[in-house]
């Protein structure tokens, strides 16, 4: 059984970072593509980042070059580092790996 508990979500200010976790259980993340996204409430789940088995990644744009998907295998945890949130990223976020997710994280981006 593979479970994945996303932390690290909260309330920030605009222009400010935040690091969010994603420890998976029960699979390796060397083998396979682990996925962060996020959603609004209303709105489709959006694919944000992605950190495939051979340690490329893939970002959307409304968050290149202010987020960063890395991984520790030595966790079996990816993480999204968030800087220059704006706004308009405020969403829950989830990670999802081989088919599984988990229950994901709120972050707020207010003054």
């Known amino acids: 059984q593979v479970q994945l508990v996303e932390s690290g979500g909260g309330l920030v200010q605009p222009g400010g970072s935040l690091k969010l976790s994603c420890v998976v259980s029960g699979r390796s993340i060397r083998f396979g593509t682990v996925d962060w996204y996020r959603q609004v409430l209303g709105d489709q789940r959006e694919l944000i980042a992605s950190?495939?088995?051979?340690?490329?990644?893939n970002y959307a744009d409304p968050v290149k070059g202010r987020f960063t998907i890395s991984r520790e295998f030595a966790k079996n945890t990816v993480y999204l580092q968030m800087e220059g949130l704006k706004p308009e990223d405020t969403a829950v976020y989830f990670c999802?790996?081989?088919?599984?997710w988990g229950q994901g994280t709120s972050v707020t981006v207010s003054s």
């Open positions: 999802s790996f081989v088919g599984y």
């Open positions: 950190i495939r088995m051979d340690g490329s990644t």
